[in-house]
């Protein structure tokens, strides 16, 4: 498990944001072996500006639920994430607070303006004290939004985690079993779709597993999501909601009933369903998810789309 590292920027807006990310990124990539979260306001809309970051692993916003982190609410999101370095962009005294906290969360090392307010550019200032923080020499003060950078011609295969229950979702293990297999096939995107809800399922497939090339749906709304999983090869995954838009964007979508009526299928031509074997029809109740095996999704998929 990697260390971690807390960032703090809390001024309010969008822009502040865009203008601090550079140093997110430079200590990021000073510290390749720290998952690094960033701890800002709701405002400067950081789950989104860095939802497909590879650099900075979590967001947290000091007001979130349309009220302020108290005190107590703070140490304890100090201390629970066990935070090995903190890194704070902040002046004066009112946000002294943070870094005493930081220390009685036990941080050994943590990093911030001081606690008098300078007559600084605010920029030069995080340039400088990053230069002095890190030990290094800042050329490049650009800030960079990264996303998904997918090829015209690159394949796109959408994987459904989604469910509305534990009895229709396939085992974890065997997303990413399958997932290596068709990666060894090529070089996929492989578009993790699910909710917040299978967060933990897409943290563990993206750390687990052999592919490399993943975008995650978490966070998206359906109108961002339908942008990014158009024009896919195929869909395979559970019977939930992105199966069902998948299959109404013409996309070919193996879904895998074991716990669901497989009749329900009918209704589009795009559907492929994939039952357990010697199963003919599956219901509400079956419990029978575990007995599609990844080896035998794989080979439905290469008949019907390899050598088809």
């Not at 011609?153 to 990413?176: E, M, Q, T």
Request: aromatic residues 12%; hydrophobic residues 40%; glycine residues 6%.
């Amino acid at each position: 498990m990697n260390k971690k590292i807390l960032i703090i920027q809390l001024r309010p807006g969008l822009g502040d944001f865009c203008m601090f990310l550079p140093r997110c990124h430079e200590i990021a990539l000073n510290n390749p072996n720290y998952d690094i979260t960033v701890l800002t306001k709701k405002n400067t809309k950081a789950d989104q500006l860095l939802f497909h970051d590879h650099l900075i692993k979590n967001v947290a916003f000091i007001d979130d639920n349309k009220r302020k982190m108290k005190l107590k609410d703070l140490f304890l999101f100090l201390k629970k994430n066990n935070f090995h370095k903190v890194y704070s962009y902040q002046y004066g005294p009112k946000y002294l607070k943070y870094i005493i906290l930081s220390r009685l969360a036990g941080i050994k090392e943590i990093y911030f303006y001081g606690v008098l307010k300078k007559k600084e550019d605010m920029v030069m200032k995080s340039i400088k004290s990053n230069e002095k923080w890190l030990g290094i020499n800042i050329t490049n003060f650009e800030g960079k939004i990264i996303t998904p950078s997918i090829k015209p011609d690159h394949k796109k295969i959408i994987v459904g985690l989604g469910a509305s229950g534990d009895n229709k979702r396939w085992p974890n293990n065997y997303f990413i079993e399958l997932i290596n297999k068709l990666n060894k096939r090529n070089e996929y995107y492989f578009i993790l779709a699910g909710g917040v809800l299978e967060k933990k399922y897409i943290d563990e497939i993206t750390s687990i597993s052999s592919a490399k090339n993943f975008i995650s749906l978490e966070k998206l709304n359906i109108l961002g999501s339908i942008e990014i999983i158009k024009n896919s090869d195929f869909f395979v995954g559970n019977d939930t909601g992105f199966m069902h838009v998948s299959a109404c964007l013409n996309i070919k979508s193996f879904c895998l009933y074991g716990d669901t009526p497989s009749k329900d299928s009918i209704y589009n031509k795009n559907i492929l369903p994939i039952l357990p074997p010697r199963m003919s029809e599956t219901y509400h109740g079956d419990l029978a998810m575990h007995k599609i095996k990844p080896e035998y999704v794989y080979n439905i998929i290469k008949e019907k789309i390899f050598f088809n």
